[in-house]
T-cell receptor, first 113, second 114 residues
Framework: EAGVTQFPSHSVIEKGQTVTLRCDPISGHDNLYWYRRVMGKEIKFLLHFVKESKQDESGMPNNRFLAERTGGTYSTLKVQPAELEDSGVYFC???????????FGPGTRLTVL | AQKITQTQPGMFVQEKEAVTLDCTYDTSDQSYGLFWYKQPSSGEMIFLIYQGSYDEQNATEGRYSLNFQKARKSANLVISASQLGDSAMYFCAIISGGYQKVTFGIGTKLQVIP
């Protein structure tokens, strides 16, 4: 069974540009999560989808971040316009049911110059 | 609110020895789950072990065991017979109550010495 996949693995962009990160959860997992780790800090929750609906987006830092999960399969996280402080590793995770173990993808390392 | 504290930024252990990574947690919920994840230098987050708050026995998964002390609110990870491939960052995490978001600690960097 394939795990959670994320694309791209690395992205280097300039301040003010737009970047879109993609996450493909484990097949059959209705729950999809986005997390972010800024250098030297804890991994922080961004938001949670149940199928195509946003269940909790309390961790989204500001309105420059937009997450979608059309069709309830893969998800995208768009940062527009990117700022220097957005640099970090963005993780996606998925779980089958409420409270189950969340399995993480390899992350996307975003660098904003 | 839920919180994880990992007080060991870095640890060294000799190959084949056992090592304990500390984790304390805080939550006001009666029902919660505790996790440990491993992050090798390649960057991916690998699930290691899970302990539910109502589980009476400590969780074990191969060489990993979770020393769960509920009264002390601690959930230490014990790795037995360390291997060079165990060198990585280790994150303790909690999920509690009605929340689906996992709260992580800052991590402990473990280095296994040959």
């Amino acid at each position: 069974e394939a795990g959670v996949t994320q694309f791209p693995s690395h992205s280097v962009i300039e301040k003010g540009q737009t970047v879109t990160l993609r996450c493909d959860p484990i097949s059959g997992h209705d729950n999809l999560y986005w997390y972010r780790r800024v250098m030297g800090k804890e991994i922080k929750f961004l938001l949670h989808f149940v199928k195509e609906s946003k269940q909790d987006e309390s961790g989204m830092p500001n309105n420059r971040f937009l997450a979608e999960r059309t069709g309830g399969t893969y998800s995208t996280l768009k940062v527009q316009p990117a700022e220097l402080e957005d640099s970090g590793v963005y993780f996606c995770a998925s779980s089958q049911d409420f409270g189950n173990t969340q399995y993480f993808g390899p992350g996307t390392r975003l660098t904003v110059l | 609110a839920q919180k994880i504290t990992q007080t060991q930024p870095g640890m060294f252990v000799q190959e084949k020895e056992a090592v304990t990574l500390d984790c304390t947690y805080d939550t006001s919920d009666q029902s919660y789950g505790l996790f440990w994840y491993k992050q090798p230098s390649s960057g991916e987050m690998i699930f290691l072990i899970y302990q539910g708050s109502y589980d009476e026995q400590n969780a074990t998964e191969g060489r990993y065991s979770l020393n769960f002390q509920k009264a002390r609110k601690s959930a230490n990870l014990v790795i037995s017979a360390s291997q060079l491939g165990d060198s990585a960052m280790y994150f303790c995490a909690i999920i509690s109550g009605g929340y689906q978001k996992v709260t992580f600690g800052i991590g402990t960097k473990l280095q296994v010495i040959p």
